[in-house]
């Protein structure tokens, strides 16, 4: 086995790489069969999803491996291998297995525990096994990970230590309130009818909004999905299907709005956005003001603390506050404020305040001075009161995108009046949420599972080795009875049938004992050489074990094909 994955994911590379290298449908097809075009790979398979691009094959070079795969990626990608690099992680051989069962139990994914990517991991075997890029090794691997994961999920609770990224993505969206009661009575938009699209729908239908709308580029599709919401046993939710021409209308009366759709552009602009809250207030819509303290004229210094009286380690990053304001310079003393003032006028401070101006400043100051007592020079520098802000008002519209390359644009998040919760500000949630106990009892099955992959692979690896030495001697039996039949042409056919049933017990009985125990090695770490010593000890024909071992590979096809056709039937 030389299981080799090079990929990235959110634990790696940040969102904006993420969605940048995002594959879609065709690029996938493409990649693989240029993998198993390529000299080091003989299968290949591909798990993207939302947060992780991957590329699994089975190389006989490691670093040429290595080194082809990354160029392939960054090829079907499109972003340049220089600058994807520093992104990718490399697992090989039973790291590799590792890696993979352990995202396929959500241990990997953004929301620990969480259960999709079971689905997209099958997802991936079975366009594999279309494009017959999958042969025995990748076969045998994803199909023990899809068992490993449904072990973790009915074993342990590992379900409680996640969610869905839809339902996480939902409770970013309620700030702290439970979903049930922030999602009552409201009115849903969902972009896209795919599963994370469908998941979406009924899990807001479920949390008890009032009216789930769905929005499609393929009506038939957004209807399935409203018909079903509607027949649920589950909910008593309205839900209808429109088409996507009709989100700018939907979206003036939604709630909340959920999109995840395999668009490669946004599908809301910020524009549209703004206008949607503006037909539903009645109101234009405010563009927060996110300018960088130091360039907004104070909140940050920008210069040196020499000779000022203020604890600038205090205010770095203090909501309101200016060096040049108020809440600096109040109950100073005036010897402090001619420091204040003279540290000011050395030009240590950005004054790009567009409030005040220098001279305004100047004056306060001089007011302020007069009118507080002298009492000498402070022993050491003030900590003022920053200034508070006043809370902002709960927002019109909540906007959940899940998709990747994002379908709402980034520059939504400075609209007042606007939450939009994105792949990018989940990664930051998830970065800070809670593993539960259950993690480890999975780890442990994680490790178990990885550990009988191992031994069956290498048991596997030398039963070619066995069937060519097992077929070996019997043709030496065969060869043997004939030789005898010509020595002894008298001989009955009862008297020929016990010789020869004799001479192949014999056989067997010799042969058994060391094929037994040589499996039983060869399972075990490092036993890989011992088929290399069966086939030097008895002079086996390498062409022979190659012919067992392309048997075995068309044996499994073939499996794998009628298991697919008894699934369309």
């Known amino acids: ?17 993420l969605e940048r290298a995002t594959l879609t449908a065709d690029a996938q097809v493409k990649l693989l069969q240029d993998t198993v075009a390529a000299e080091p790979a003989t299968e290949a398979a591909v798990l993207a999803t939302c947060n ?28 340049g291998l220089e600058e994807l690099t520093p992104y990718l992680y490399v697992h090989y051989e039973d790291r590799a297995v590792h890696h993979l069962f352990s995202v396929a139990c959500g241990l990997d994914s953004m929301v620990v525990g969480e259960g999709q990517i079971l689905g997209q991991i099958k997802d991936a075997l079975a366009t594999a096994q279309e494009l017959h890029t999958a042969g025995r090794l990748l076969n045998d691997l994803f199909q023990q990970a899809l068992r490993t994961g449904k072990r973790a999920h009915s074993e342990t609770g590992i379900d409680r230590a996640g969610q869905s990224l839809v339902t996480f993505g939902l409770e970013q969206l309620s700030a702290g309130t439970a979903v049930e009661a922030w999602a ?11 599963s994370m699209s469908s998941l979406a729908a009924a899990t807001l239908a479920r949390a008890g909004v009032a009216e789930v709308v769905i929005a499609n580029r393929t009506p038939d599709r957004a209807e399935r999905l409203a018909q079903i919401l509607t027949e649920g046993d589950d909910t008593d939710v309205l839900a209808r299907a429109v088409p996507m021409d009709a989100v700018p209308a939907e979206l003036t009366r939604a709630d909340v709005a959920v999109s995840c759709t395999g668009a490669t552009g946004l599908v809301l602009t910020a524009e549209a956005v703004a206008a949607a809250v503006e037909g539903r207030t009645g109101t234009p819509v405010a563009v927060r003001d996110e300018t960088p303290a130091s360039a907004a004229g104070g909140l940050a210094p920008a210069g040196t603390d020499e000779g000022c009286p203020l604890d600038l380690s205090a205010v770095q990053g203090a909501t309101g506050f200016s060096v040049m304001g108020e809440a600096a310079v ?5 010897a402090t404020l001619e420091q204040h003032a003279a540290w000011v006028d050395r030009g240590t401070v950005d004054r790009r305040d567009s409030r005040r101006t220098p001279e305004v400043e100047a004056e306060l ?36 995108d899940l998709a990747m390359p994002r379908d709402i644009d980034a520059a939504v998040h400075r609209l007042l009046g606007v939450r939009l919760v994105d792949i990018e500000s989940l990664a930051e949630a998830s970065a800070d949420a809670p593993m539960a106990a259950d993690v480890d009892l999975v780890r442990r099955i994680v490790a178990d599972e990885v550990a009988a992959f191992g031994a069956a692979q290498r048991a596997a690896h030398i039963t070619p080795t066995v069937v060519a030495l097992r077929t070996m001697a019997a043709d030496v039996v065969a060869n ?15 008297q020929r049938g016990e010789i020869t ?19 039983q090695l060869a399972a075990e770490p490092g036993g890989a050489g011992y088929a290399d010593a069966l086939r030097t000890l008895f002079d086996l024909d390498p062409e022979t074990v190659a012919a067992v071992s392309r048997a075995d590979d068309r044996d499994t096809s073939d499996s794998t094909e009628n298991a697919k056709n008894r699934g369309r039937e």
């Open 1 to 17: 086995m030389s299981l080799l994955v090079v990929g990235l994911s959110h634990r790696s590379a940040p969102v904006s790489v």
């Open 52 to 79: 992780r691009i991957e590329l699994y094959a089975d190389v006989d070079k490691f670093h040429a491996g290595v080194a082809e795969l990354s160029t392939l990626l960054a090829q079907h990608s499109g972003v």
């Open 184 to 194: 009552k009575g409201k009115r849903a938009l969902v972009i896209g009818a795919g």
């Open 330 to 334: 109040a109950g100073m003393d005036a």
């Open 365 to 400: 100051i001089t007011a302020l001075a007069a009118t507080v007592a002298a009492g000498g020079r402070l022993p050491e520098r003030r900590r003022p009161e920053p200034v508070v802000e006043a809370p902002r008002p709960a927002p019109a519209l909540a906007l959940l």
């Open 480 to 494: 043997e009875i004939a030789r005898l039949d010509g020595r002894l042409p008298g001989l009955d056919e009862k």
């Open 501 to 519: 049933q004799t001479v192949r017990r014999v056989v067997d009985k010799l042969l058994h004992a060391p094929t037994v125990r040589v499996k």
